[in-house]
């Protein structure tokens, strides 16, 4: 079996070797890169696995190279682990609002970062059983054999984890679901996030699916909870 392809994205050169060395340890190879440029430039000729993403980088910053990645068909769904020096929730719900999977503050231990790229992995490379390999819910359909979703016929775009929420949702319609148990299936039981990352996703998931994201009728919020799908050929 070939082994994973991470692409470490960091200027320190110290934090580079380290992380390199403890992934190929691990069973991982490891691409590192000093900067954003060098990273975009290399994946089109040898696709990752995985990108190991640090904020603060000569040239174009973490979070914009994170944005690039999300918008490229060939990239969209690959994990983005991203690191961060600093603290602010600032950084980290801005990082998850352009797509990344998963953070990690600076400094960190390697075990942690290990376990999360493991866990992360897992998540995401893991196959799903589905009963229903199409889920129809009035003008939305789900394919889960193709990982599609169209609305009214018309294709939308889907990054993996908000397509992971919506199947889940339409998969209970009218169950009440927490954020934590969310967090829980989507993410993993040993995600190191918190609820706040569910409130994100959920919210990029409905200005793509609602015909009014500021009066969804589709996810609704069940206030203190978390959120629940409505079919409305239910009502």
Not at 51 to 64: H, V
Not at 84 to 105: C, Q
Request: charged content about 30%; glycine content about 6%; some cysteine.
């Amino acid at each position: 079996m070939a082994k994973e392809l991470v692409y470490v994205i960091e200027d320190e050169q110290h934090i580079q070797q380290l992380i390199k060395y403890n992934l190929e340890t691990s069973g991982f190879k490891v691409s590192v890169f000093h900067d954003g440029e060098s990273a975009l430039e290399n994946y089109e000729s040898e696709k990752p696995d995985m990108f190991i993403l640090d904020i603060m980088l000569p040239g174009i910053d973490g979070l914009e190279i994170c944005k690039k990645l999300r918008a490229n068909s060939r990239t969209k769904n690959i994990p983005i682990i991203m690191l961060t020096a600093k603290g602010e929730e600032f950084d980290r719900v801005l990082g998850l609002e352009l797509g990344a999977d998963d953070y990690i503050t600076k400094p960190f231990s390697v075990r942690e970062l290990i376990a999360r790229t493991k866990a992360l992995f897992r998540r995401t490379y893991s196959t799903t059983t589905v009963e229903d390999s199409v889920i129809k819910c009035v003008d939305i359909l789900i394919d889960c054999n193709r990982h599609e979703v169209t609305k009214k016929g018309v294709k939308i775009d889907l990054p993996l984890k908000e397509y992971e929420l919506l199947k889940l949702l339409a998969l209970n319609p009218g169950i009440v679901m927490s954020r934590e148990l969310l967090l829980e299936k989507i993410w993993g039981f040993d995600y190191f996030g918190e609820t706040r990352t569910v409130d994100v996703h959920i919210r990029y998931l409905r200005q793509k699916i609602e015909d009014d994201d500021s009066n969804p009728t589709y996810i609704e919020t069940v206030r203190g909870i978390g959120y629940k799908f409505v079919d409305k050929g239910d009502k």
